[in-house]
Each structure stands twice: as C-alpha cells, then as structure tokens.
C-alpha cells in the first residue's frame, strides 16, 4: 500500500513523456489531454498519500520529477512546436536561420523555470498552505488550454495567437517569470468549506463557472488569469 502514491506519481511522469512523443509528431492536442491525464495522477499522489499516510523523501524528489516532465518540458515543448509551425522552421536545423538556435533557447526558459520553482518549493517551509510563484501545473494548464480551446470551440482569435511569434514568446516569458516570482497564489486545498478564509478560491470558481457557462471552452484560457486574479484578491482578506 505504501509504493501506491509512488505508482501514481509514475503515471503521471509516463503521461508526460508519452504527451512529449505526440508533440514530436505534431499532435498537440492528444499531448494536451495527456497533460491533463498527468495533472489528475499529480493530484491523486498527493490524495492518496495524504489518505495511506504514506510519505517518502523519494516520493517527494519523485513528484518533482514527473512534474519538471509533465508540467515544464512538455509544454514547453508544445510552444516549441507552435512557434515552429509559424516560422515554417524546418525538422533539421539550419545553420543559415537564426531562429532554429533562438526559438529552442528561449522555449527552454520554460523547463529551466519550472525546475527551478520545484527546486524552492522542495525547500520552503513557508508554502504549505499556499504558494510562491505559480505553479508548475498551474504553467501546463495555461498552456494546454490554449491547444484544447482552438481545437474544440470557436478558434478566432486563439488561433491569430497561436501563429504569432512575437505573442507565443511573451507568453512563455510571462509564465516562465511567474513561476519563480514570489507572488503568493492560491493553493486549491480547502482545510473548511465556510466562505471565510476561502474567498479566493470560491471568487475563482464563480468567475471560471460563469466564464465557461457563457463561453465554453473558448474560456478556458482565462482559468489561469482568473487563478491569478483571485490569487492576488485573497491578499486582500488577509
């Protein structure tokens, strides 16, 4: 029983890899739902460690292993893919084309970043209820989001910003900055229910919900925003 946070926590590192083979061969939307599959495993290793009682110095290192795979290199690696679509950059690199060296280099900011923020967080006894700096999820969902949101609703302007350069490199700046800022976000576990201490994330789920309700999945990019948003509106309650 104790091996079994462990064996959750593999899953979610093989649903990274195996999203990371379909980027490769451009299927970014199947490597999208795999994300996803890794976000639930990272969430029931978690659950089922807490119910077993089953903590480990390896499956803490574990954890932040799967989750640098799942959460930093796989999608980065998606926005390698996008940006390269735009650029028609070849399969081969060319030394004649600068951006065959520059678009890697700045899409590995992601994964180096997301190392990093795992790196702090193993070693900062202040985030235990809440977080410094988004979380490396929190990065994989921005991003899939976007993926999941083109392909099934209304694409418009979702795809005028998946074919802009200029557009995919600030987001990965953007989100790569924010995972190792020291912003206090949100952590989604609730110790109650009662409204008081949870503001935040009750203001996060009514935005989300009338946002989808409305717009469907061509909301979900803005889940992050919205994340964020009541992130910084919890500092207020405090």
């Known amino acids: ?37 890794a976000m639930i495993f990272d969430f029931l290793d978690g659950f089922s460690a807490r119910l077993l009682n089953s903590y480990s110095d390896i499956g803490k290192e574990l954890d932040s292993l799967a989750d640098v795979v799942s ?16 650029l028609a950059i070849p399969a081969q690199p060319d030394a004649g084309n600068p951006a065959t060296a520059l678009i890697p280099g700045a899409t590995a900011i992601m994964p180096v970043c997301a190392a990093l923020r795992l790196a702090i967080f193993n070693t900062d006894d202040t985030q235990v209820k809440s977080f410094r700096g988004l979380p490396t999820p ?5 991003v899939v989001s976007v993926v999941i949101a083109e392909h099934y609703a209304d694409p418009g302007i979702l795809t ?8 995919l490199l600030i987001f990965t700046l953007v989100l ?15 110790s109650h229910f009662r409204f008081r201490e949870n503001e935040g994330r009750y203001i996060l789920l009514l935005m989300a919900g009338i946002a989808l309700i409305f717009s469907g999945l061509n909301a979900a990019p803005l ?6 948003i009541a992130s910084l509106i919890q500092l207020l309650f405090k």
């Open 176 to 190: 790569s900055f924010l995972m190792v800022s020291r912003i206090p976000m949100l952590s989604l576990k609730m």
């Open 1 to 37: 029983m104790k091996h079994i946070p462990n064996f959750i926590t593999s899953l979610n590192l093989a649903s990274g890899f195996v999203a990371i083979l379909f980027t490769i061969n451009n299927d970014l939307v199947t490597a999208s739902w795999l994300i996803l599959a």
């Open 138 to 142: 929190a990065n994989a969902l921005a």
């Open 223 to 228: 889940i992050i925003p919205f994340y964020i």
């Open 71 to 86: 959460f930093g290199v796989a999608p980065a690696l998606i926005i390698f893919s996008l940006l390269k679509t735009s």
């Open 160 to 167: 005028s910003f998946t074919g802009s350069v200029a557009g």
